[in-house]
């Protein structure tokens, strides 16, 4: 009976989807000591810059005017969970964000409809790993409308520059269709890990990217550092987890895997696993 019970039990843990013990911990930061209140914004409509559905098309086609004329990308990411209850978002800095600057997010509805959330004053140099809690999805209920939802996260840096990082997932049952996936850009199809020949441990990401930018990998709120990421091509990106502070390769944890460029992110769920 004590056998049965035991192996009833192992079954069970084996059958049991990952458990948030698995996920990787978030730093816990003082924000009172970093951020204070700026306050609701109304501003004009961001249906230009935020939706994706126009921007990731032009990635395709777009001029070296046009891509001038973008906004700059955030040092930034906007990390949404869409694969759990949790539901939750957050804003990873990704390079100092400096005193002075301000941070002002934003969701938009499918119908171009602009939600301003309260925006943050920065009083001190933010690190990268800092972590800005925002609005989880799960809160905002079923007000949704059919279609993609944005969530922007502008920043205000000290000399007027306004850059930013957006996202954006399908609500109420929409789907994309493969014709609008090829533009969704950066979007991450799958994520491997192997031994390089001087062992360090390399996560080779699988997706849509751009050859030539500027590109941030952030492991829940672990950022890469520059020199760690390399864009093999447009449709592999490389990491060298070994080169990345704080990411211990010794141990299996679960992350959320953002990789942001152009003012774009993409989340995925990544477990990684030591390979030595």
Known sequence: MTRQFSIMIVAAALAAPVLAGDRAERLKWDTDKYLSRGGEESGPTRSALAVRGVRSKAVQSRSAEADASNPPM???VVQVNLFDTGREAYFVVT???PKGSRIQA???LADKT???LESRNVDEDLPPGFTLY???IKTLGDFWKRGLTTYEVDVQLPNGTVAISATDFAT???FRDFASTAYYVPGINSAREFIAGDGSTIVEIKGRFLAGKKTYVV???IVAPQTAITVVDQDTIQVNLSQVPNLDVTVMKSYLLTVGQDGWTDTAQFRHTPLQ
């Open 74 to 76: 955030a040092p930034g």
């Open 95 to 97: 390079e100092t964000l």
């Open 106 to 108: 934003f969701i938009i």
């Open 114 to 116: 602009e939600l301003a």
């Open 134 to 136: 925002l609005t989880g």
């Open 172 to 174: 109420k049952g929409f």
């Open 219 to 221: 492991f829940e709120d």
